[in-house]
C-alpha cells in the first residue's frame, strides 16, 4: 500500500487563486518534504517540514504538518502560470535512519493565465 | 559539479540487450539514490548507498537490476536483458546528510529509457 497518497490527482485553477494540495502517510516519520517536478524529469526540493513542526512558510509557499491525522497540506498562494507543474509529497519514514524518501504519486497542478 | 549529472538523458534500446545508466552526485554528498518513474506515476525506490554502508537494495525489481558506486562517487545502474517494462525515466539524487539533519534530495534531470 502507498505509504504517501496525494489528493487531488489533479487541480486546474486561475491565475492569481491559492491552490491547496494534500498528502496523507501510513508510518510514522522523522520529516515530510515537497517536490515539485516539471515535464517528468528531475524534482526540485521545494521545503521540508520535520515531525515536531505544525507549519512552515517559504515565499508563497506554507506547509501544515498533523501527526496526529498523518497528512499534510502544500498551500501555493497567489498562483503563476509557471507554477504549472506535478507536486509530490516524500517522507522520511521514523525507522528508517538512512534518508530513504517514499514519494506520493502527485499531483497534477494546471493554473491557467 | 554544481548539480547531479545523468547520462544519457535519453537512451533508447532493443529488448534483451543490456543498459548502463550513469549518475555524477553532488560533490561531497554522502547519500546516492536511484528510483524510476513510469509514464504519470510516482516515484519507484530502486537502490541507495550511503558513505561505505552496504547499499539498501530493497527496491530492485529483478535480479536482473544492479548498481554500483565507485570511490563513493559515480554511481552506475545496469539493466541486463531489458525488457519493454522497463521503459521509464531513472532518476538519480545525492542528499548531503542523514537522519535528523537530513535535509532534502538533490536530483538529477533523468535518463528516459526506452525498450522497443
Known amino acids: 500500500s502507498q505509504q504517501g497518497e496525494e489528493d487531488p490527482q489533479a487541480l486546474s485553477i486561475q491565475e492569481g487563486e491559492n491552490a491547496t494540495m494534500n498528502c496523507s502517510y501510513k508510518t510514522s516519520i522523522n520529516n515530510l518534504q515537497w517536490y515539485r517536478q516539471n515535464s517528468g524529469r528531475g524534482l526540485v526540493h521545494l521545503i521540508l517540514i520535520r515531525s515536531n513542526e505544525r507549519e512552515k512558510h517559504s515565499g508563497r509557499l506554507r506547509v501544515t504538518l498533523d501527526t496526529s491525522k498523518k497528512s499534510s497540506s502544500l498551500l501555493i498562494t497567489a498562483s503563476r502560470a509557471a507554477d504549472t507543474a506535478s507536486y509530490f509529497c516524500a517522507t522520511d519514514l521514523y525507522y528508517n535512519q538512512g534518508g530513504k524518501l517514499i514519494f506520493g504519486q502527485g499531483t497534477e497542478l494546471s493554473v491557467k493565465p | 559539479g554544481a548539480g547531479v549529472s545523468q547520462s544519457p538523458s535519453n537512451k533508447v534500446t532493443e529488448k534483451g540487450k543490456d543498459v548502463e545508466l550513469r549518475c555524477d552526485p553532488i560533490?561531497?554528498?554522502?547519500?546516492l539514490y536511484w528510483y524510476r518513474q513510469s509514464l504519470g506515476q510516482g516515484l519507484e525506490f530502486l537502490i541507495y548507498f550511503q558513505g561505505n554502508s552496504a547499499p539498501d537494495k530493497s527496491g530492485l525489481p529483478s535480479d536482473r537490476f544492479s548498481a554500483e558506486r565507485t570511490g563513493g562517487s559515480v554511481s552506475t545502474l545496469t539493466i541486463q536483458r531489458t525488457q519493454q517494462e522497463d521503459s521509464a525515466v531513472y532518476l538519480c539524487a545525492s542528499s548531503f546528510s542523514q537522519g535528523a539533519y537530513f535535509g532534502g534530495y538533490t536530483f538529477g534531470s533523468g535518463t528516459r529509457l526506452t525498450v522497443v
Open positions: 560533490s561531497g554528498h554522502t547519500a
